[in-house]
């Protein structure tokens, strides 16, 4: 019998899998997107993840999944979770090049379901200026262009550190749309205040797409200090915690990213078992080793093997499956 990811492989190859997926249910279908989602979240990460996560000054998040960031993890899978469903759907003719058909949906497939993600928060899909919105700012360029800013910054679960709008980046857009040499976070949150201002003129409209989903963002995670400008990422010299506090902190943050993953996935009609095998293996072993450099050589903790382990016990599988769903609970129903 083919292992899930080469039936996946074989089925786009004969131009059968979108109508294959369509049509089983139950452990057929646990397989095939347990095969699916094997081949896709190395894409997604390799692709799109580790470039995005170099963007924004997380080498430790760029390095490996099991390096990433909880908020970053939870924007990985559901960048995963589009581009599977993506796949399923869409793939109705004969594809011998599986990896290279993804990556060149990726973005097409992420932001179609980003769009929906939104829609779902209460923003709007497509954030565009309204014409009363614009004569209500005088029309002036930068504070329209503000304001479009706000509602897709509304829209986004991703938070501007502890602070509710990311001031510093717009105090950059500011200066390039006016021209000016200097432009300080205050002046910017003065424009923020005189944006929301004018979009209170119509309180529905502003209490549906600004109040409702910038309510729904999550709470902000605190990182490392960032001192130095030219290493934003780099950690303080003093070690606050011992080597395994930060190991068991760090396998903490992934498992509450892998229920979160599961969960999702469950949500969506996938077996439990088949979920909760796939996650493990992806959250657990999909490092790139970057993560351990700072160990003593002999003391790693081997997540890989511990996962491959565990996912390859159907009994363990089974107990890790009954308790993910005890922790989901009424979350679930």
Known sequence: ?????????????????????ESVSGPEYARLTGGAYDIVWPVVFQRMTRGFEIRRGHPGCAASVTGLRPDCLDRFQDDVEAVLDDLLRNAKVPIH???GWITRRLNAATVDAHR????????????RMPGWLATALGDDPWLTALAVDILVWVGVPSTAGTGVWPLGAWAGQRALTT?????DEADVLTDVETVLAAMRQSPMWFANFVERPLGRKQAPVLSAPRTDPDHPAELPQLAL????????????????????????RIRLGHDPRTVVAAVLRTVFSGGSGAEEMDLT????????????????????????????????GDRLR
């Not at 019998?1 to 997926?21: K, P």
């Not at 929906?116 to 954030?127: C, F, K, S, Y």
């Not at 930060?246 to 509450?256: I, P, T």
């Not at 003391?299 to 511990?306: I, Q, S, W």
């Open 241 to 264: 915690t011992e080597p395994h506090e930060r190991a068991d902190a760090h396998l903490v943050e992934l498992a509450a990213g892998a229920v979160d993953a599961i969960e999702r």
């Open 179 to 183: 021209g000016e040499a200097r432009v």
């Open 116 to 127: 929906r993600r939104r829609g779902e928060r209460g923003a709007l899909q497509r954030p």
């Open 297 to 328: 050589p002999g003391t790693t903790p081997g997540d890989a093997e511990r996962a491959a382990a565990l996912v390859a016990d159907e009994a363990t599988v089974g107990r890790i499956t009954e308790t993910v769903l005890d922790i989901l």
């Open 1 to 21: 019998m083919l292992e899930s990811a080469d039936l996946v492989r074989d089925m786009a190859r004969r131009g059968v899998l979108a109508e294959h997926a």
């Open 97 to 99: 090049n599986l990896d």
